[in-house]
C-alpha cells in the first residue's frame, strides 16, 4: 500500500502552512479572521467553508498530522498516535473507558465511518425542551444532504462481513429489522482497520477531503498544539493561547499568542467545555460542562464453530435501532444494536480474563463475534450525562456515574444480544461482565444473566461516542450557546462540534455534527460579512 497516493505528502510538498512537531517552527504570534480550535468533524466542516468564502483561517489541533502512507493497520502504532490518551481516556472513576480521536481529522480519521442523521425524535426533543424548534427534521434535512453530497455518504452496498451478519440474521430469524449503514467512504477497499486510520484513502473523514480542501486555499494548521486558554476582555475574546506538545501531551516550548476576528471551538465534548473552563469563560447559569453524555456502550461475545474473523471487513455495516424506539423517550432506556471489530488489542483488553482464562480467549478470537448496544442517555432525570471538570494541572475529565437506570438498561441489553447471537448459531454467549461465563443456550443466558450484579467494573461499559457540555439552547438559561453557535456571553467566540448536543442521539454522531457544523458555518460567514457558500 505504500505506493499509492498520499494526499497528506502531496499538499506539504505543495506548500501548505503547517506548523508544529516535526513541521515548519511554530510562529510566536498570529493573526487571522477566525481561529478553529480542533480538527475533527465539526472544524473541518468549518474550515473549508470559511477558506471557500475567502477567509483567513488558523486550525489548532493538540495531536500529530498522519497519514495514509503512516497507518500499518497496526493497534500498537494507532493508539498512542491517534487516540485521546494513547486510547486509555476514562471517567474520573475510572470505570468508563472513552475513546476520542486526537490527531488530524480528529475522531473522523479514526471512527467506523457510520453516518446516521439525527433520529426525527431526538430533534423533536430538542425543540420541546430546549427550544430549537427550528432544528426539526424538515429544517436539518438540507444541510445533511450537503455533508452527504461532500463526504461520499451513502448506503453499504457490500455484503456484511459474518461479525455483521450475526447480527443481521439473528436478528431477522427473531422477526427483528436490521438496517444497513450508511458510510463515508469512497472506493473502499473493506480491509477492516477504520479504526487505525484508513491507509488507502476510501474513508472520507476531514483528514482527506475538508482540510487539505481548506489548506489548498490557504489555510494555516498548527499541528502538535494544544489550546491552552482564551484571553478575555469584556464580552470578548481578546486572544487564543496556545502551546507546543509532544505526543504524549507534554509542553515542549514558548507559547504562542493567536488573534482574530472570531474564535471557533470544535475540539470535541470534553475538550471544548475545558477549554473554556481552563479560560474562565462566562457561565452565569452553572452549565458548562454539564450534561456530557456518552452512550455508555455493553458488549456480548459469541463463540461460532466457524471462522468469524471479526478483524476482516468493513467493522461497522448493519445495525439495529429495534430497541431504540420500543418505547417512550423518556421511559427505559433504549438501544442501538451494532457490533464491533475483532481486533486483538482492543478486544482482549476490554472482554476481560486474566490468566489461563485470557489465553484461552485469545486463542478463540478466529471464532468470536462481538455485539454492542449503545444506550440512549439524556432523555430521564437518571441519565442526565456527566460533568467535565479540570484536574489540577488543567486538563479536563469527565465525571458520569453508571446509574441504577442506566444499568438497568446493560442488563436488558445483555439478554437482548445473547438471543440474537443464538438466534444466528452461537454454540456459547458471554456478556461482558466480570461475573459472567459463557452460557451454552438461551435459557442458561437468561439465568445467569439475572444473578449479575450490576455495578460499575463488574458490568463492562465504555463509549465511543462524546457528546454536550456546551449545550445549544433558545435562552441562556437552558444552554451556553446560542441556536446559531454562538455563545452566550461571548460576541467573538462560537462552538461548532458535538458538545453542542442538549441530549445524545441514539446514533453515531459525526453525521449530526457534520449537518450542524455546515448550518452553523453558513451562518457564521453571514455574520462576518464573507461571501456565502455552499458546502457542496
Not at 472513576?93 to 433520529?119: E, H, K, Y
Not at 494555516?220 to 498544539?225: A, D, N, S
Not at 439495529?320 to 432506556?333: E, K, N, R, S, V
Not at 437552558?478 to 453557535?485: A, E, F, S, T
Request: aromatic share 6%; glycine share 12%; proline share 6%.
Amino acid at each position: 500500500m505504500s505506493s499509492l497516493p498520499d494526499p497528506i505528502l502531496e499538499g506539504l510538498q505543495r506548500g501548505w502552512k503547517v506548523h508544529g512537531g516535526p513541521h515548519a517552527a511554530l510562529p510566536a504570534t498570529l493573526d487571522c479572521d477566525v481561529a478553529i480550535v480542533g480538527s475533527g468533524a465539526g472544524a473541518g466542516i468549518t474550515a473549508e467553508m470559511l477558506a471557500r468564502a475567502g477567509l483567513k483561517i488558523v486550525i489548532i489541533e493538540e495531536g500529530p498530522l498522519r497519514s495514509s502512507s503512516q497507518f500499518r493497520q497496526r493497534e500498537a502504532d494507532a493508539y498512542p498516535q491517534l487516540y485521546q490518551e494513547a486510547g486509555g481516556r476514562k471517567t474520573v472513576d475510572q470505570a468508563m473507558n472513552i475513546l476520542q480521536g486526537r490527531c488530524v481529522g480528529g475522531s473522523t480519521t479514526i471512527n467506523w465511518t457510520g453516518s446516521f442523521r439525527t433520529p426525527p425524535d431526538a430533534l423533536a426533543y430538542w425543540g420541546e425542551q430546549f427550544g430549537l424548534k427550528d432544528f426539526n427534521e424538515a429544517a436539518m434535512a438540507p444541510w445533511f444532504e450537503q455533508a452527504e453530497r461532500r463526504l461520499n455518504i451513502g448506503d453499504w452496498l457490500t455484503e456484511p462481513n459474518e461479525n455483521n451478519d450475526v447480527l443481521k440474521r439473528g436478528a431477522e430469524k427473531l422477526g427483528i429489522p436490521t438496517k444497513v449503514v450508511r458510510r463515508n467512504v469512497k472506493g473502499c477497499w473493506n480491509l477492516g482497520s477504520c479504526g487505525m486510520g484508513c491507509p488507502t484513502n476510501a474513508k472520507q473523514s476531514m483528514l482527506v477531503s475538508t482540510l487539505p480542501a481548506a489548506l489548498d486555499l490557504g489555510a494555516t494548521m498548527l499541528v502538535q498544539t494544544r489550546a491552552a486558554k482564551f484571553e478575555l476582555q469584556g464580552d470578548k475574546v481578546a486572544a487564543l493561547v496556545a502551546e507546543p506538545v509532544a505526543l504524549d501531551g507534554s509542553v515542549t516550548g514558548a507559547q504562542l499568542r493567536i488573534t482574530a476576528k472570531h474564535y471557533v471551538v470544535a475540539g470535541g465534548a470534553i475538550n471544548s467545555p475545558g477549554l473554556l473552563l481552563r479560560s474562565n469563560a462566562p457561565d452565569p447559569n452553572g452549565l458548562l460542562g454539564k450534561r456530557t453524555f456518552l452512550h455508555p456502550t455493553a458488549g456480548g461475545v459469541a463463540l461460532f464453530d466457524h471462522e468469524v474473523a471479526g478483524w476482516a471487513g468493513a467493522p461497522l455495516s448493519v445495525f439495529c435501532d429495534h430497541f431504540l424506539h420500543a418505547g417512550p423517550i423518556d421511559g427505559p432506556i433504549g438501544y442501538k444494536l451494532e457490533v464491533a471489530p475483532v481486533h486483538p488489542a482492543f478486544a482482549l483488553t476490554n472482554g476481560g480474563g486474566v490468566g489461563s482464562e485470557l489465553v484461552q480467549r485469545a486463542k478463540d478470537l478466529p471464532r468470536t463475534q462481538l455485539m454492542i448496544a449503545l444506550l440512549r442517555d439524556g432523555f430521564h432525570a437518571d441519565a442526565a450525562g456527566g460533568a467535565v471538570k479540570l484536574r489540577g494541572d488543567g486538563t479536563p475529565v469527565l465525571d458520569y456515574t453508571l446509574s441504577d437506570y442506566l444499568l438497568d438498561g446493560v442488563r436488558r441489553a445483555y439478554l437482548t444480544m445473547a438471543e440474537i447471537q443464538f438466534a444466528a448459531g452461537a454454540k456459547t454467549v458471554r456478556p461482558v461482565h466480570e461475573q459472567a461465563q459463557g452460557y451454552a443456550n438461551l435459557a442458561e443466558a437468561k439465568a445467569g444473566i439475572a444473578k449479575l450484579t450490576m455495578k460499575p467494573f463488574l458490568a463492562t461499559v465504555g463509549s465511543a461516542h462524546v457528546m454536550g457540555g456546551c449545550t445549544m439552547a433558545a435562552d441562556a438559561g437552558r444552554g451556553v450557546v446560542r441556536p446559531d453557535g454562538q455563545h452566550w456571553q461571548l460576541a467573538n467566540l462560537s462552538v461548532h462540534d458535538g458538545s453542542l448536543f442538549p441530549t445524545s442521539l441514539g446514533a453515531n454522531p459525526q453525521l449530526t455534527v457534520y449537518g450542524l457544523a455546515t448550518r452553523l458555518t453558513s451562518g457564521l460567514i453571514q455574520r462576518l460579512g464573507a461571501k456565502a457558500v455552499l458546502l457542496a
